[in-house]
């Protein structure tokens, strides 16, 4: 039975769940396979910690260019993350004529269009669909499975960490502030949240999920991103009274030659899929024009659900190895010459429908002064809501708008936070409807 | 660009639906593929149909033999359904060296053992997404996405007919009968639904999820079935008072040598995933010991989202024709000689909660002589419903069990319908929990 040797950098806790995979299920992965994968090296800086697993079969390093450099390895499994000095290490691998497999959204987003070239040149093979939605198989979903359909949307609830805090302050009315602190606690938030909750995480792995639907070059800098720490209990009670839940989404669509992109807060309609997945729990929807709208559902990060994506891609790489690497599909769904270079739609085009809050004086007048403003922009509103009553505070008044072009609602609020009477801090959030 | 060769036997919505992508879309296959797809050919009795496609590309005939022995076709897709003349057709094509593509799941349920090693020991491909799930890629994320588990079970809500009828059941209080005479006109369930309502069409899909799943022979006849037509609304009023809704669910897990596979009406939590799976929608849920949970969504069935399953497989076989076709994923997940023979579980070994309603006489004593049984069974129950009171007729008894061996149910079923104070027509249905 032929064997594909594998190099492991990084036995963190991703690391050690691929290595825990390859070691027990080895007899499993070669009844699937009809071939033997072997763990052969590991490289990490902290050898000395108990992962409670038995490493002896393994060669061990504390310097990853035992790895990539190699002569006996055939695949190259990165887990290090981050930019540097993953990308150096993924590049010298393929250099060194191995394939990649990796977990890491930030590498594929700001480097992926060096890589892919250099693997596509050198017949190599590049895994990493444990960079998005982490054991869900939704990048695999996306470029094969729906691989007929020209992709009209592409919704994603990425980041379990967002959707733990937004989940939490939505059942126990906590704020958010009280809620991480919880989180980072359980080991759910990083003692610097600001990569996820600040949206970026869900914008790297965004900005891979539209490249591979639409055939585009990845343009991780230019995603619109805002995260959801200004997020009050009370907008996601007055979203619940409207029928919302507040989602952190990424959201991707074409229009010609231009694709939208972008990470946001989002109400979707508590009826839709979206609206359900609830915790650290993930989902992808990708809607195409025959398939209609699919959703992949499942955990987003942890030890085991990544590393059983990240032992996935290991197996399609190991079916064509080392011979038919060409046969794979291409990493990112289209052949890399038919990959195309499309702007990003600047985010005063999208059209949406929005929820705004403002904290204005509870005085004669002031919400005619704002609707007459938002009349002026074209903006007809679906409803709007002032519950509290202050004669000297500031109160919120909650308002739907229908949809509308984001250029004119921000030309709105600059003028309306410019009256005296308003507060200049508005929340705007968007709104998504869903068929299913 | 090298040129894969497609011929159609079926002309009907599926095969009009993949005619039309082979048509409209074939510049978008190219670029994802790098090779072109082109339909060659199509056979279809009638070919007077105006499909509203452009076919005067497409060599037409009545007859599938000029299809499936044509010299200039490598793959021939098989949409005529059912079991026979298709397994001649099929076999056909093999033995004339063509791979096939079908969304034929009595097909491949009742003879798929037959054709796999046909298909291998020609060196040729077999896909049949399109058999599961319609427009889901959810035999590629099970087969593929989740292949470095071992998988602890598999769900699916496989029959659009059924869960329309049952979330039209539950959303207007309205009668089996009367929905299901809706579902006709609409045309979601057939003139003779017996195959969809009875779960017959569930039982042929689960029967393949469940040996791609555990890397077992498909055994189609050994699963048990039970369909919906028994239910009423007051079962479903019941069952939501309880916080659950009751869903057709196909259910598969392994149990050492032996392999549960059953499919009947299912007690599923209010908040569960599977529970907010409504109308014609499907999904399956896989679970596996490193995974997770993990759910796939989208339309069960259908002319376009049908047609784009059946169009990626023929896609994902163009990337390896003519030479590599070893180096695709096994048709069943596992390489043909690991394929192992699984007894199915005898239904009495199974251990779940239960619904039971029984129609008892109002008077003293029933219930205690009920109960007694069930503890002689060593049965013990979670809640009790009796609502209606009527001194002359028999009102419905709603009991929950807590978990028991099917065959224990069974007994004290039998026991206690040979009751004088209680009619025969007792119903069972199964409860499951889920995780996620």
Chains 1, 2 share one sequence.
Request: glycine letters at 8%.
């Amino acid at each position: 039975m032929s064997e594909v040797r594998v190099g492991l950098l990084g036995l963190g806790t991703i690391g050690t769940g691929v290595a825990r995979i390859l070691i027990e299920q080895q007899a499993l992965i070669s009844r699937r396979l009809g071939r033997k994968v072997v763990l052969v090296a590991a490289a990490d800086r902290d050898l000395a910690r108990d992962r409670g697993l038995d490493l002896s079969a393994v060669r061990l390093s504390d310097d990853a260019n035992d790895i990539v450099r190699a002569d006996d390895i055939d695949l190259v499994v990165e887990l290090i993350g981050g930019y540097e000095p993953a990308r150096t290490f993924v590049a010298t691998a393929l250099e060194h004529g191995k394939h990649v497999v990796t977990a890491n959204k930030a590498l594929i987003a700001k480097h992926g269009e060096e890589l892919f070239p250099l693997a596509a040149e050198k017949g190599l093979a590049v895994g990493f669909e444990a960079a998005v939605g982490g054991g869900i198989p939704c990048l695999k979903a996306l470029r094969e499975g729906c691989a007929a359909n020209a992709i009209e949307s592409v919704y994603g609830i990425l980041n379990g960490t967002c959707n733990f805090i937004l989940t939490k302050m939505e059942n126990e009315g906590a704020d958010y502030a009280e809620v991480l602190k919880e989180a980072q606690a359980l080991g759910y938030a990083e003692a610097d949240p600001t990569f996820d909750v600040e949206g970026i995480d869900t914008a790297h792995k965004l900005s891979i999920l539209a490249a591979m639907a639409f055939g585009a070059k990845i343009r991780f800098d230019e995603v619109f991103t805002e995260g959801i720490s200004r997020i009050t209990p009370s907008d996601i009670a007055s979203a619940r009274e409207l029928g919302y839940r507040i989602k952190l989404l990424g959201i991707a669509k074409p229009h010609g030659d231009q694709v939208e992109m972008r990470v946001h807060p989002t109400l979707v309609p508590h009826s839709s899929q979206m609206a359900n997945v609830s915790d650290s729990y993930n989902a992808v929807m990708v809607s195409g024009d025959f398939v209609e709208h699919t959703l992949y559902f499942g955990r987003g990060a942890g030890e085991r659900p990544t590393a059983s994506a990240v032992v996935a891609d290991i197996m399609d790489i190991a079916r064509v190895h080392p011979h038919g690497v060409e046969h794979l599909p291409a990493p990112m769904g289209f052949v890399e010459s038919e990959r195309r270079e499309m702007a990003t739609m600047p985010v005063a085009d999208i059209s949406c429908e929005y929820y705004v809050r403002l904290m204005v004086r509870d005085e004669p007048g002031v919400i005619a002064a704002v609707t007459s403003i938002l009349a002026d922009q074209r903006i007809s509103l679906e409803a709007i809501i002032q519950k509290e009553r202050h004669a000297t505070n500031s109160v919120p008044v909650v308002m739907l708008t229908h949809e509308t072009r984001e250029g004119n609602l921000q030309a709105a609020i600059a003028r309306i936070t410019a009256l005296e009477s308003v507060e200049d801090n508005a929340l705007i959030l968007r709104k998504e409807q869903f068929a299913a």
